[in-house]
């Protein structure tokens, strides 16, 4: 049979993909063998954002007493309870991924696909000839193949928001954004967590100073282990986790050390390109195509940002190439992550490590003293902003800081934009809110660049005043 293009996955890159595509042509395929729903809303953003927010909750009662209220030892969790509301809501965001797939009800084919040739997939049964092919696979969590026979306690992401509930004590391995997440949700619904890291740095922080703030908090809630690799092995009450000096046997292990594209069986090796050690070929970041062939890659598949934004924007951009005359070349949105754990750690622009060789500067702030933190009895983190020492044009951050999301957005449209700290500090900033923490960091980084006249409104100076700053 013949179509004029092949998608290969129906989550959110496939999808944007497959809507991107359909705007010039009906004459394409969506090849995905199941189950549906993409994966931010089956086992990812939503369903663990779901727990973070019932944990989050309980947890709230550990201030009550500062706040003159009463009683909060009398609160008690309901395990099944909270994971039902889990898997009620995350049906419900699946449901709604599902409704846009069926949109491609007469493209979709349920099938597992697999390349012959940069114009030929096979397809079940199916031998498909095409002009134009999209691999948009996804990923999924790694689990080491010597860890496989332990699978009865071995939890990761796409199993684990089915649990009705869980072991007394649990081992999280893996501090990225998954593991932190999850890590700090069971344990304010009351689990005894020891999460494992094989860095000292978390969630993907480069800065420091950041990330001894982050330590700093995390450490009050549950037990940590950084520097060291975790090896399991059976014990009679469950998992024996050994790390370094650290031995203990825990009933369950949740499995976070990161994800690996889909590629098993994809038949890349048939594009006759050299592959490397993922069994990816080289891909263009900016067209996605795979050097000059009609072929092109999407989403966490290509396992550079596997964030929901940009597999969403890697399917557009694959889309629109795949029905184009030509190829073009796209702008990549100003790099942005958030995770939410708390304090929230959020990455924006570039990095610490990345900027080692630039000549930049840091401005940066406590939030220990931060005014509105304080109020809400959030007061915890640090943030650090970096801009050219020259121009003090914005470069980056990284923070874990009360509502860092909501700063991390601010300062990525500021990124994007080219603004400087000059004309960031020319905005207005409302009080009392979270933000004038940032306007601190902000403060601190003018101090450090080279002067040059700017707006009259970038000049006022802190008012040393914890109400008024």
Known sequence: ??????????????????????????????????????????????????????????????????????????????????????????????????????????????????????????????????????????????????????????????NLFDQRGFAESVAVIGLGAIGLEIAQALSRLGVNVTAFGTDELLAGLSDNAVNQALLASLQKEFVLKLGEEAALEKSTRGIQVTAGDFCDEFGQVIVAIGRQPNLDNIGLENLG???????????????????????????????????????????????????????????????????????EVALVGHTATELEKQDYVAGEADFSSQGRARAAQTNAGFLRVYANKQSGKLLGAEMAAPRAGHMAHLLALAIQQELTTTQMLAMPIYHPVVEEGLRTALRDLQSKIVKKDGFDLSRCEAMNAEALD
């Open 1 to 158: 049979m013949r179509t004029e293009i092949v998608i290969i996955g129906a989550g959110t890159a496939g999808l944007a993909a497959a809507k991107e595509v359909s705007k010039q042509t009906a004459d394409f395929m969506l090849i995905d063998p199941g189950p549906l729903g993409t994966t931010c809303a089956r086992v990812g953003c939503m369903p663990s954002k779901l727990l973070i927010e019932a944990a989050n909750a309980y947890h709230r009662r550990l201030s009550f007493e500062a706040f003159g209220i009463r009683h909060a030892d009398k609160l008690k969790v309901d395990m099944a309870a909270v994971m039902a509301r889990v898997r009620e809501l995350r049906d419900f965001f699946v449901d709604s991924t599902l409704k846009a797939t069926q949109r491609f009800s007469k493209q979709l084919l349920k099938e597992r696909a697999c390349l012959l040739g940069p114009n030929r997939v096979e397809a079940g049964d199916r031998i498909i000839d095409c002009q134009k092919i999209i691999v948009a696979t996804g990923s999924r969590p790694i689990v080491p193949d010597n860890w496989l026979h332990f699978s009865e306690h071995i939890l990761t992401s796409d």
């Open 273 to 343: 390109l050299q592959l490397d050690e993922q069994g990816l070929p080289a891909v263009n970041p900016h067209t996605l195509q795979i050097e000059d062939l009609p072929v092109f890659i999407a989403g966490d598949v290509r396992a550079d940002s596997m964030l929901l934004h940009e597999a969403a924007d890697d399917g557009r951009i694959a889309g629109h190439n795949a029905v184009a005359e030509s190829v073009s070349s796209y702008c990549r949105r100003t790099p942005l992550s958030v995770v939410f754990s708390e304090p």
